[in-house]
């Protein structure tokens, strides 16, 4: 056998032009000093913001500062174990979060591990923690109401989808309150709800769990916790998470309803992560980039315009105020990005107002137009009025002489205050709160004394069910026009008749 040069030479070429080998190329960087949870680490040139990096002993990395020759870290997991001249690998990957439909019904850390024994989470999507926010051309004006069942706020700082709300007040005085009676009224609609708690006690979360699930409402819920006990980072990610959630409904055509509870500690651990990594302080030790903070991450609630879909991401941001100090920092930077505010104030909820909403500085900078035409004509003087009565009343205490129709104003501002007051826990649908303010701002609870207002309410509601064709037609029109309004004149008068307003003598 004869061996031919040329032929070895083709084979070979051939055999060199078809190697193929796979290499492996990974960037490994080393630590180079390590505490408070912060790595710096050297050799990792190419690491993008946000990339999750890999160290050893199953810790896990964020980098959040890309300087010139080295990386700021933050950990998350044992990092104590994790010691200086370790590796340290990218991923590739930015940070995300397990998004969809198996989230619902569920309670979830930042990362998406489920936190209620009930298994894994069946996801197989994911979207990033940090996305940029859909643009002026994608969106569309805010115009269809989500109705929140608490009287106060849905007659006078409508809510509505697509729209950043953001509820404020001291320390006990039912901010949290008024998100959960929220998401107890979606139950009938279409709005999936993510409530994401920051820096809670795990009791509270807890609570508010089984509240909800006694209720059939953690069906269409997740609840994202990030407790007090945690580090800072993984309560820095908590908000993102949660909107990445949303936004999973945002862009696929449904709706979704998001909760920060709440912004003002999310600022606290972001100040104390970013010390940390020693970035400069400026006014009261928060970092100089606090208000971009909160801004790229309510900017991504909106209403999509029908084009892309015309899904909805709605937001309602939570504050704690000091003494009511609305001019602190972190307050006024929330109130400049968010579409209006509701503020509960201290002494009202002291006082028995429940919920403890201040007409005065509370605003919707929607206003009616997430409204529906009923709510809109029946409340239309209402914030005016309870302002004005407000003030009427501080006068009045100096006891001077009223005339009569200062005094009627105060009494018809009492039984309005009576009227909006609601037990938590039981929000009411549009046609109950249409026709209880229409009951208030018409006059026929002027002679009903004070303490017995909310029974007369409650005992109208029932006659009004059993007589079915006006509650119908307010729900499915959503207007009241002037001939239903006649006979909604002839049905209260006849309630009116019977109702026993001996009963309860002794309490007024």
Known sequence: MKLRPEEI????????????????????????????GIA???GLENAVALEMLELEHGVVGLAFNLEEDQVGVALFGEWEKVGEGEPVRRTGTVASVPVGEGLL?????????????RGPIESDESRPLEFKAPGVIERQPVKEPLATGIKAIDSMTPIGRGQRELIIGDRSTGKTAILIDTILNQRETDVHCIYVAIGQKASTVAGIYERLRDAGAMEYT????????????????????????GEHYLFNGKHALVMYDDLSKHADAYRQLSLLLRRPPGREAFPGDVFYLHSRLLERACKLSDDLGGGSL????????????????????????????IYLQSDLFFSGVRPAVNVGISVSRVGGNAQTKATKKVAGRLRLDLAQYRELEAFAQFGSELDRATQQSLTRGEKMVATLNQ?????????????????????????IPTPQVQRFQDELREHMRAEGTIYKQ?????????????KLNGEIEKFKNTFNVQEESGLI
């Open 40 to 42: 710096r680490v050297y």
């Open 474 to 486: 307010i729900k499915d029109t959503g207007e009241l026009p002037d001939d239903l309004a006649e």
């Open 9 to 36: 030479t083709s084979i070979l070429r051939q055999r060199i032009e078809q190697y193929d080998v796979e290499t492996d190329l990974a960037e490994v960087g080393t630590v180079l000093s390590i505490g408070d």
């Open 423 to 447: 037990p938590q826990y039981q929000p009411w649908p549009m046609e109950d709160q249409v026709v209880g303010i229409y009951t208030g701002i018409h006059g026929y609870l002027d002679d």
């Open 314 to 341: 709605t937001a309602l941001p939570v504050i704690e105020t000091q003494a009511g100090d609305v001019s602190a920092y972190i307050p006024t930077n929330v109130i400049s990005i968010t579409d209006g505010q």
């Open 222 to 245: 997740t609840i994202v916790t990030a407790s007090a006990n945690e580090a800072a980072p993984i309560k820095w990610m908590a908000p993102f998470a949660g909107c990445a959630m």
């Open 105 to 117: 019904g569920r309670v979830v850390d930042p990362l998406g591990n489920p936190l209620d024994g």
